[in-house]
């Protein structure tokens, strides 16, 4: 007959299949896994319990609030904000450049406007003039 | 203190000693749930302290719990699955935190199959751990596993044949030697 093993100690503890065997070295076994078993069964963590006491206590001395959800939502208020910040500032660059340019045209039209055959000659006077140099 | 099966309503005045009387009682209970859910301390501490906080918010909204130990056990293993499921979960927790060792205190074997054994649960899916933990270490039947999960006994055996296979597998890959 075949000598149990772990495994199938894990199939009779968790499935109820029957072991193979039941022999007295098997039941050894058995007595040995059962009192490891009843370790981690006990298990206590008696540090953390004193801890956990203590912050729970303190917990339900102050406040029932959960900040994760205080932290999104102010972390996704300045996330929003900033974008709108940036683009402004963006957008006033813009204005401000085209402030500038407005100004120049403005400067440009306020000059006595030269006839069409005027403006040519000179364009074309200037063009001689290159050619030549 | 018992109060199990208990229908249990607390007048306010004596809200906070009866809480820590409740607390003083079922404490080990809980963090054992919500530890061999999560496997990890610090986690499971978490978790507990949730747990204890929502019982003082139901007591002082003069709800009534039926079975006291059966809405500890559900609370906490609700409470672990959220957890496991909860955006802040998938982005803080770290990946190698699944890789690291068991610590000690958690794996307190001496026999390399228990050690073996306790350090894979880790490996399996929360649903499956947890019917495994229930089941291998608490002794509980199937029905009341079903219970506290709140789902139905063959999703229970399910969860339980699954996980079995899935870590007799791994177990097997990580140590030729554990059979013998």
């Given at each position: 007959m075949k000598h149990i093993n772990f495994d199938d100690y894990l199939d009779y503890k968790l499935m109820e299949k029957p072991l193979p065997c039941s022999c007295d070295v098997c039941q050894k076994k058995i007595k040995l896994w059962e009192e490891e078993r009843e370790k981690f069964k006990k298990f206590e963590g008696n540090l953390f319990f004193k801890k956990q006491e203590k912050m729970i206590l303190e917990k339900l001395g102050g406040k029932f609030f959960n900040l994760k959800p205080v932290i999104a939502f102010a972390f996704s208020l300045i996330l929003i904000f900033g974008i709108l910040i940036f683009s402004n500032i963006k957008k006033s660059n813009k204005i401000e450049n085209f402030d500038l340019e407005y100004s120049k045209l403005q400067a440009f039209y306020e000059k006595p406007i030269l006839g069409d055959l005027e403006a040519c000659s000179i364009f074309f006077e200037n063009n001689l003039e290159k050619e030549d140099i | 203190m018992e109060y199990e099966g208990i229908l249990m309503q607390i007048e306010k005045d004596n809200l906070k000693e009866k809480w820590e009387e409740i607390y003083i009682s079922y404490r080990k209970e809980v963090l054992w749930i919500a530890l061999s859910c999560l496997h990890n301390l610090h986690q499971a501490d978490d978790i507990a302290q949730d747990v204890f906080i929502k019982l003082y918010k139901i007591i002082l909204k003069e709800k009534k719990i039926e079975n006291l130990k059966g809405w500890l056990y559900k609370t906490t293993i609700r409470t672990c699955l959220d957890f496991k499921k909860s955006f802040w979960n998938k982005i803080?927790?770290?990946?190698e935190d699944y890789d690291l060792p068991v610590s000690e205190e958690i794996n307190p074997f001496e026999d390399n199959n228990f050690k073996n054994l306790n350090k894979n649960?880790?490996?399996?899916a929360p649903k499956q751990r947890i019917a495994i933990s229930l089941r291998f270490y608490?002794?509980?039947?199937i029905n009341e596993i079903a219970n506290f999960m709140d789902i139905s006994e063959s999703a229970v055996k399910t969860h339980i044949s699954r996980g079995l296979k899935k870590l007799k597998k791994i177990m097997e890959e990580e140590n030729e030697a554990y059979k013998f």
């Open positions: - | 803080f927790s770290k990946k649960l880790k490996k399996l608490k002794e509980m039947k």
